[in-house]
T-cell receptor, first 112, second 114 residues
């Protein structure tokens, strides 16, 4: 039972354009959401997070939007750079738990 | 440098031959966990530990064991590996809940069981 879903296995965008990665969740107990980035042969690294009390969090070129009513979040990367090419995992956690539930990941390719 | 170190990075073994994947962190984190990554399924938690001598099952614990005798180390043990345990494994550590701080992941161990 995948509680966190990333329905797009891959995404390709041109350098300088916006990348939008989407994530849906089913568990209404989730109240904290994170994005991790993973390069080949490396472990995932934290990118950005958002609490359910917010609908937007921004960090440089990266912005995460949360729509609680739709149980949907998205990661926007503007402008996209070739170095952003990686697999992006969406993750969610509930307040009383230490663990995270991950989506299947979206492979982003940014073409020069 | 803050890091989580896993060994080995690559391992090919035969069915039934016991193996251990080591994990060590240098951040004095209380919470450690093991994940496996499989295509189309993302990262699934195998076991986690909230502190020394405190471990519990994650979503996919069957066929695995763990121990937490010291705060820094959290080895993953496969007593009798089977081909369906062929996967990419990650160890992670953090202060506690994700709200307290990000999880740091090791570089991964690619395991093949033949």
């Amino acid at each position: 039972d995948q509680q966190v879903k990333q329905n797009s296995p891959s995404l390709s965008v041109q350098e300088g354009r916006i990348s939008i990665l989407n994530c849906d969740y089913t568990n209404s107990m989730f109240d904290y959401f994170l994005w991790y980035k993973k390069y080949p042969a490396e472990g995932p690294t934290f990118l950005i997070s958002i609490s359910s009390i917010k609908d937007k969090n921004e960090d440089g070129r990266f912005t995460v939007f949360l729509n609680k009513s739709a149980k949907h979040l998205s990661l926007h990367i503007v402008p996209s750079q070739p170095g952003d090419s990686a697999v992006y995992f969406c993750a969610a956690s509930a307040d009383f738990r230490n663990d995270m539930r991950f989506g299947a990941g979206t492979r982003l390719t940014v073409k020069p | 440098e803050a890091q989580v170190t896993q060994n080995p990075r690559y391992l090919i073994t035969v069915t039934g031959k016991k193996l251990t994947v080591t994990c060590s962190q240098n951040m004095n984190h209380e919470y450690m966990s093991w994940y496996r990554q499989d295509p189309g399924l993302g990262l699934r938690q195998i076991y986690y530990s909230m502190n020394v001598e405190v471990t519990d099952k994650g979503d996919v614990p069957e066929g695995y064991k763990v121990s937490r005798k010291e705060k820094r180390n959290f080895p993953l043990i496969l007593e009798s590996p089977s081909p369906n345990q062929t996967s990419l494994y990650f160890c992670a550590s953090s202060l506690g809940t994700p709200k307290l701080g990000e999880a740091f992941f090791g570089q991964g161990t690619r395991l093949t069981v033949v």
